[in-house]
């Protein structure tokens, strides 16, 4: 696999002879001038902070309760507070010992360094200080971000046309080492300090060893710290997505700009028509029915008594304060608003459900379930927890319970589009779309079985919006139940148009959020991050956005299947008469 990379690679190291050093093996590491082993100097760090902190907590609750002043402090307080201001700037550096001592004792060769002369040495030390800085979890140097000035030109695989790579020597070695299995892939990141180099690394070896090209995925560009530990896992590059703006969209008195990530060409297009159909009309109206996250773990008795027992404390109005208060201590925006149960023989799910502000909280909602379950473990010693997670919630599923009982937001959103703006914009009548509507969305969709399905393409723009402000593309499962409902009013010549989604799971704060491309989509609809007047008011206006750009969605589509311009629109904007690979190329 590698015969024709090593031609590329012979002629540089014919110069000199190179032995190449396992990746087990470390060089002098900075932790090693300590008097104690680096995990025992964390831990008595550890502990004298926590320690310290504990007891100046205690000494000035004392301080409070005898109306003592705080700033009159005796010697062992002042003791305490060093203590804990030295191991918090120590802490402050994330196990910071190895980290100072190595910008001071700088390492003279790295892991697969070879045995240079003295020239190349003091090269080497001299590129080592202009090295990146590494990513906030690259604590372990053991392999060392050393750039040797000379690179090695590496050909890719001939039979899958890979593009010519230029690797550093010490770059090479490492992707052997992925690839030959002594590295794993995942370990990157924290053993090189260099998020990008990491997947840069990462790719080429996966390239090496399918024999395919990542060619026209791109790595550069892109701000791989910004997701480690949080986003996604070892990365080899990013999808490019287009955005596109649908807009103004008038709703609530206020416009609109509505931005959609989507490959689908006249998505955009007809949201956009509907938006100005829907504009010109005076704008549309939504309303916020219902706001609570759910969670539904599942418990087990020994019998379905003790399961109907637990059913029925849990649902006594009298014991829900005292659970409440269990339930809000894992956030300051956590309100449990209700607990529902259902017993199926002696298992018992129970469906939590609780205010998150403006994050979509399913993180946040699973800590206070844990919280009420390690409670209810007192007075229920027999309860068997099966999983936290029951799918009585139900997330990523199709489901009745959240069709009837909500999950996340809950919205209607309405407009009333006048006579002469179906006829002109949308080409169609008002008796037409009231027909289709009937016959499509709910007689149509009855006929299918459909649940929560009683709409034309709603989950279309809830996708598209969603890709674009950085939510869980996967909730579109749910967030996407919607019905679609025409009317004709004021005799017939106008057309009411609503659209009632009752489980819209969005957040502006968390997750995707906070990423440059999705937290830049959020800031132009005026909602990134939290609000700082109203816990989740920034969440709420997003939900209500999303159902009035599916309004809007709705009402162009309908439009046109009522029209017949279906497939004349998509053969226009959804067909492209040039050769990709060309232009691309």
Same mark, same amino acid.
């Given at each position: 696999?590698?015969?024709? %990379?090593?031609?590329?690679?012979?002629?540089?190291?014919?110069?000199? /002879?190179?032995?190449?050093?396992?990746?087990?093996?470390?060089?002098?590491?900075?932790? =090693?001038?300590?008097?104690? /082993?680096?995990?025992? *100097?964390?831990?008595? +760090?550890?502990?004298?902070?926590?320690?310290?902190?504990?007891?100046?907590?205690?000494?000035? %609750?004392?301080?409070?309760?005898?109306?003592?002043?705080?700033?009159?402090?005796?010697?062992?307080?002042?003791?305490? !507070?060093?203590?804990?201001?030295?191991?918090?700037?120590?802490?402050?550096?994330? +196990?910071?010992?190895? +980290?100072?001592?190595?910008?001071?004792?700088?390492?003279?060769?790295?892991?697969?360094?070879?045995?240079?002369?003295?020239?190349?040495?003091?090269?080497?030390?001299?590129?080592?200080?202009?090295?990146?800085?590494?990513?906030?979890?690259?604590?372990? %140097?053991?392999?060392?971000?050393?750039?040797?000035?000379?690179? !090695?030109?590496?050909?890719?695989?001939?039979?899958?046309?890979?593009?010519? *790579?230029?690797?550093?020597?010490?770059?090479?070695? !490492?992707?052997?080492?992925?690839?030959?299995?002594?590295?794993?892939?995942?370990?990157?990141?924290?053993?090189?300090?260099?998020?990008?180099?990491?997947?840069?690394?990462?790719?080429?070896?996966?390239?090496?060893?399918?024999?395919?090209?990542?060619?026209?995925?791109?790595? =550069?560009?892109?701000?791989?710290?910004?997701?480690?530990?949080?986003?996604?896992?070892?990365? $080899?590059? #990013?999808?490019?997505?287009?955005?596109?703006?649908?807009?103004?969209?008038?709703?609530?008195?206020?416009? #609109?700009?509505?931005?959609?990530?989507? *490959?689908?060409?006249?998505?955009?297009?007809?949201?956009?028509?509907?938006?100005?159909?829907?504009?010109?009309?005076?704008?549309?109206?939504? $309303?916020?029915?219902?706001?609570?996250?759910?969670?539904?773990?599942?418990?087990?008795?020994?019998?379905?008594?003790?399961?109907?027992?637990?059913?029925?404390?849990?649902?006594?109005?009298?014991?829900?304060?005292?659970?409440?208060?269990?339930?809000?201590?894992?956030?300051?925006?956590?309100?449990?608003?209700?607990?529902?149960?259902?017993?199926?023989?002696?298992?018992?799910?129970?469906?939590?459900?609780?205010?998150?502000?403006?994050?979509?909280?399913?993180?946040?909602?699973?800590?206070?379930?844990?919280?009420?379950?390690?409670?209810?473990?007192?007075?229920?010693?027999?309860? =068997?927890?099966?999983?936290?997670?029951?799918?009585?919630?139900?997330?990523?599923?199709?489901?009745?319970?959240?069709?009837?009982?909500?999950?996340?937001?809950?919205?209607?959103?309405?407009?009333?589009?006048?006579?002469?703006?179906?006829?002109?914009?949308?080409?169609?009548?008002?008796?037409?779309?009231?027909?289709?509507?009937?016959?499509?969305?709910?007689?149509?969709?009855?006929?299918?079985?459909?649940?929560?399905?009683?709409?034309?393409?709603?989950?279309? !723009?809830?996708?598209?919006? #969603?890709?674009?402000?950085?939510?869980?593309?996967?909730?579109? $499962?749910?967030?996407?139940?919607?019905?679609?409902?025409?009317?004709?009013?004021?005799?017939?010549?106008?057309?009411?148009?609503?659209?009632?989604?009752?489980?819209?799971?969005?957040?502006? $704060?968390?997750?995707?959020?906070?990423?440059?491309?999705?937290?830049?989509?959020?800031?132009?609809?005026?909602?990134?991050?939290?609000?700082?007047?109203?816990?989740?008011?920034?969440?709420?206006?997003?939900?209500?956005?999303?159902?009035?750009?599916?309004?809007?969605?709705?009402?162009?589509?309908?439009?046109?299947?009522?029209?017949?311009?279906?497939?004349?629109?998509?053969?226009? #904007?959804?067909?492209?008469?040039?050769?990709?690979?060309?232009?691309?190329?």
């Amino acid at each position: 696999m590698e015969t024709h %990379r090593r031609s590329s690679t012979n002629s540089v190291r014919s110069h000199k /002879p190179a032995r190449p050093i396992a990746l087990e093996d470390d060089s002098t590491k900075a932790s =090693d001038a300590l008097p104690l /082993p680096l995990y025992l *100097t964390n831990a008595v +760090f550890f502990t004298l902070f926590f320690s310290a902190v504990y007891f100046l907590l205690c000494r000035w %609750r004392e301080k409070i309760r005898s109306s003592t002043p705080l700033h009159v402090v005796t010697f062992s307080e002042i003791v305490a !507070i060093l203590a804990s201001v030295a191991s918090f700037i120590y802490l402050l550096g994330f +196990f910071g010992i190895d +980290f100072v001592q190595s910008l001071v004792l700088r390492p003279s060769a790295d892991v697969w360094a070879t045995e240079d002369d003295e020239v190349e040495s003091e090269v080497l030390l001299r590129n080592e200080d202009a090295r990146h800085v590494p990513c906030g979890q690259a604590l372990d %140097r053991s392999i060392r971000s050393l750039q040797p000035p000379a690179p !090695i030109v590496t050909a890719e695989k001939v039979f899958d046309e890979m593009p010519v *790579t230029v690797m550093t020597e010490e770059d090479e070695e !490492i992707i052997r080492s992925v690839v030959c299995g002594m590295t794993p892939s995942y370990s990157l990141e924290s053993k090189l300090g260099d998020c990008k180099r990491a997947a840069a690394i990462r790719r080429e070896a996966l390239q090496r060893i399918t024999g395919k090209s990542l060619s026209g995925l791109p790595l =550069d560009g892109f701000d791989y710290e910004s997701i480690l530990g949080q986003c996604c896992e070892m990365p $080899v590059g #990013y999808v490019q997505i287009p955005v596109g703006i649908a807009g103004p969209l008038l709703l609530n008195g206020r416009e #609109y700009s509505v931005p959609m990530a989507t *490959t689908e060409g006249c998505l955009v297009a007809s949201t956009n028509r509907g938006c100005k159909a829907i504009h010109l009309s005076g704008g549309a109206t939504s $309303v916020l029915l219902r706001d609570g996250m759910t969670r539904a773990p599942v418990v087990r008795f020994g019998t379905a008594k003790r399961a109907a027992d637990l059913k029925l404390y849990l649902e006594d109005p009298e014991n829900f304060e005292t659970l409440a208060c269990v339930f809000n201590r894992s956030s300051r925006f956590a309100r449990l608003q209700s607990i529902k149960c259902a017993i199926a023989g002696k298992n018992l799910y129970l469906r939590f459900s609780c205010f998150t502000g403006d994050a979509m909280g399913m993180n946040m909602v699973s800590k206070g379930v844990q919280n009420v379950l390690d409670f209810l473990q007192t007075d229920f010693p027999d309860m =068997d927890v099966i999983g936290i997670s029951g799918n009585f919630c139900s997330d990523k599923k199709p489901a009745a319970v959240n069709w009837i009982e909500g999950r996340g937001k809950s919205v209607v959103c309405e407009a009333i589009i006048n006579g002469d703006v179906v006829t002109k914009v949308l080409k169609t009548s008002v008796e037409s779309l009231v027909e289709l509507n009937m016959l499509k969305n709910l007689t149509g969709s009855a006929m299918a079985g459909a649940l929560g399905g009683f709409n034309a393409h709603a989950s279309n !723009i809830v996708t598209a919006v #969603y890709i674009a402000t950085g939510q869980d593309p996967a909730q579109n $499962v749910e967030s996407s139940h919607c019905i679609t409902m025409m009317e004709a009013v004021n005799g017939g010549k106008d057309l009411h148009v609503s659209v009632t989604m009752p489980s819209i799971e969005v957040g502006t $704060v968390g997750g995707g959020t906070q990423l440059a491309s999705q937290s830049a989509c959020l800031n132009l609809l005026g909602v990134k991050g939290a609000s700082k007047e109203s816990p989740g008011a920034n969440s709420i206006l997003l939900a209500t956005i999303v159902a009035g750009a599916v309004l809007a969605g709705e009402l162009s589509l309908m439009s046109a299947l009522a029209a017949g311009q279906l497939v004349k629109s998509h053969m226009k #904007y959804n067909r492209s008469s040039k050769d990709v690979s060309k232009v691309s190329s």
